[in-house]
C-alpha cells in the first residue's frame, strides 16, 4: 500500500480511470472536479487528493484541502472525499490517509483539522472529536469534526 498525491502522480489518467468506478455521489463530484480542473476553485489552491493505491488498484481516497461543503467558514484545513471502495472497507485503510492529511497539516504549523459528516462513530476512531453541527453548501445539517494536531519540537 502506497499513500500518492494525485497532483504528483505522472499515471493522472489511470487514476481519474480508477476512481470513476466509485459508486458514491461525491466521488463522481470529485471526478468531475479533477477532469474539468476546478477542484482549486471549489476547494483552495493548495488542495491534495490523497490516493491509498495497491499497486495499479484504487484502494481509498481523500482530500487535504483549505475548504469543503461548509462554506463559508472559518475552520480550516479540511479533510473531505474520504472513501474506501466496499470490498477494503473494514481495515482502516482510510485511517492510512488521514495520517497523511495529519502530517501535512503539522508541516505546516496547523492546530486542529477537520471533517463534515453524517457518520459517527468512525472518526472518533482516528482521534477525531465532535466540534459543532454546520450547515453544508445544500442547507443540510452536517456534523463536523475536529482533531487537535500536536506540534513536535
Not at 505522472?10 to 461525491?26: F, N, V
Request: net charge negative.
Amino acid at each position: 500500500m502506497q499513500v500518492i498525491n494525485y497532483f504528483d502522480s505522472d499515471r493522472k489518467e489511470h487514476w481519474l480511470d480508477e476512481l470513476r468506478h466509485c459508486d458514491w455521489r461525491a466521488g463522481a463530484f470529485l471526478h468531475r472536479l479533477l477532469s474539468e480542473g476546478t477542484i482549486f476553485e471549489a476547494t483552495g489552491q493548495n488542495t491534495q487528493v490523497l490516493l491509498l493505491t495497491d499497486g495499479d488498484e484504487l484502494v481509498s481516497f481523500c482530500t487535504y484541502a483549505e475548504k469543503d461543503d461548509i462554506q463559508p467558514t472559518e475552520l480550516t484545513p479540511w479533510i473531505g472525499f474520504v472513501y474506501t471502495f466496499p470490498e477494503r472497507r473494514g481495515h482502516r485503510y482510510a485511517g492510512l490517509l488521514l495520517d497523511e492529511a495529519e502530517r501535512l497539516a503539522r508541516a505546516e504549523g496547523v492546530r486542529a483539522l477537520y471533517i463534515s459528516t453524517n457518520h459517527t462513530g468512525l472518526y472518533e476512531k482516528y482521534g477525531f472529536a465532535f466540534h459543532c453541527m454546520l450547515n453544508d453548501m445544500n442547507g443540510e445539517p452536517s456534523r463536523v469534526y475536529r482533531k487537535q494536531i500536536e506540534q513536535r519540537t
